[in-house]
């Protein structure tokens, strides 16, 4: 190039932030606004052209007198060959700060998403819509399915990732997908067999993606292990169930026992006595039932020492003997607590506790009748000197009602009741499950 000078249409004035004719522009004072990084490398993109080496693209930035700066790109297109001027140069400039900015927006918003699909907890990915290939899948898959996600994106076909899914399951995931081409937001849950064998429920949340005209060309989808839910969902069905049944039952018991209580009672004050004592029975053993963990059971030495402390009983005046945490069916509890509370409040009325001078002794075991069914039996018997008998027509009450017919009835046990000079004695013989 033989001088500095830069002959500018007005549209290149604008792009330097100069009014036309407002100076006369030149390569010196081009290169000074050009930013100090990239002034080198125009400088040789210049160079080129003049040894007529072809066309050449420069991007650089340039400050405006304004102080902002843009993003500009010269295109040198030749070397003019006019003998009267052999060392210009033609090119053109062009303002790419939008694009830059675009795609610099677009990068930005890719890095964003995939940082997003990393970090989620769920699975994310996409298909096209046409051929059900995968496009994108998130980290989670691995975590999820226990399979490789570079693995899958290597095979992306619909057919590699269902082999994933429990068979019977599979049909509601092609019936998903196929809604979902035709513009419907579709939320659907299947079975799928980890890597490590176990069967783990998904819920999966797929939807269109849509292009300008409305298109469906993608299919996106958020994947949600449900399993923990789902298990929860289960158990508090069951629990619902054995609450209601529970309920009906205790209905039951209540009514039975206010009527039977009336039955015996001879005035207002002993039905209040009685009835407040069988009730609060009851709720004990409902209070030992919400107490549990999932999978316990109320033993029979807890249920005993409940009765033996709601009553004050003289420990001293009590011989127990027999294993701890024998577990008792929660249906058994309510009728076997009741029968105790009744054997409990005979001998403290009326038989070996209503004395110091009373024992009571309780033993209990483990064995297996004689058909081969497992039980509890226990044995109660009372040692008194001077037994009280019970009031006319109350000879052992609602209590030997309880023993003599409704635990055989109700738990199918096998019982015996006997009021001797010294005591009662009674032994019950309650079934236990096998295990």
């Known amino acids: 190039m033989a001088s500095d000078a830069i002959t500018w249409f007005d549209s290149d004035f604008d792009l330097a932030g100069y009014r036309p004719g407002g100076l006369a522009p030149d390569m010196r004072r081009l290169l000074s606004r050009v930013h100090e990084h990239d002034r080198e490398r125009l400088r040789a993109v210049l160079a080129r052209a003049g040894q007529r080496r072809g066309e050449s ?13 843009q993003q500009l790109q010269l295109k040198t ?21 939008g694009h830059l900015d675009i795609e610099k927006a677009l990068h930005e918003s890719l890095a964003r ?8 907890s769920d699975v994310l990915w996409i298909r096209n819509a046409q051929t059900l290939r995968l496009e994108y ?44 081409r035709r513009g419907e937001r579709v939320v659907v849950e299947y079975r799928i067999r980890h890597a490590d064998g176990r069967i783990r429920w998904m819920r999966n949340t797929k939807f269109p993606l849509l292009d300008c005209e409305g298109r469906v060309v993608r299919i996106g989808g958020i994947g949600h292990d449900a399993t923990e839910e789902k298990e929860a969902a289960d158990r508090a069905g069951v629990l619902l169930a054995e609450l209601q049944h529970r309920t009906r039952n205790l209905m039951a018991v209540v009514r039975a026992v206010a009527e039977r209580t009336l039955d015996e009672c001879r005035t207002l004050a002993e039905f209040r006595d009685s009835y ?13 039932l919400s107490s549990l963990d999932g999978g316990h059971r109320v033993s029979f030495d807890r249920l005993l020492r409940e009765e033996l ?22 249906a058994t509890l309510q009728t076997l607590a009741l029968a105790l509370h009744e054997l409990m409040t005979n001998a403290t009325k009326y038989g070996a506790l209503s004395a110091g001078s009373g ?6 075991r483990r064995q297996h009748r004689d058909d081969g069914v497992p039980v509890l039996q ?18 052992g009450g609602y209590g030997r009602e309880l023993i003599e017919r409704a635990l055989p009835y109700q738990l199918k046990a096998r019982t015996s009741y006997a009021l001797t000079t010294h005591g009662v004695e009674c032994v019950i013989e309650v079934p236990l499950r096998a295990s």
């Open 378 to 395: 226990v044995e109660w018997s009372e040692q008194c000197g001077d037994v009280r008998r019970p009031p006319a027509g109350r000879s």
């Open 359 to 364: 024992r009571l002794a309780v033993r209990w």
């Open 57 to 69: 693209t420069c991007q650089f930035r340039y400050w405006l007198p304004d102080g902002r700066q």
């Open 137 to 180: 899948l998130s980290q989670a898959f691995d975590r999820l399915y226990g399979c490789d996600r570079g693995t899958m994106l290597a095979n992306p076909t619909l057919d590699n990732w269902i082999r994933l899914i429990v068979r019977e399951d599979r049909h509601h995931v092609r019936d998903a997908l196929q809604r979902v």
């Open 276 to 288: 407040r004592g069988r009730i609060t029975a009851i709720a004990r053993v409902h209070t030992l």
């Open 309 to 330: 402390q709601a009553h004050g009983a003289d420990r001293a005046q009590v011989q127990l003997d027999g294993p701890a945490g024998v577990g008792l069916e929660s």
């Open 113 to 120: 998403f995939a940082q997003f699909g990393d970090a989620a």
């Open 77 to 97: 297109l030749f070397r003019l060959g006019d003998a009267e001027d052999p060392g210009r140069i033609a090119g053109t400039l062009h303002d790419v700060t």
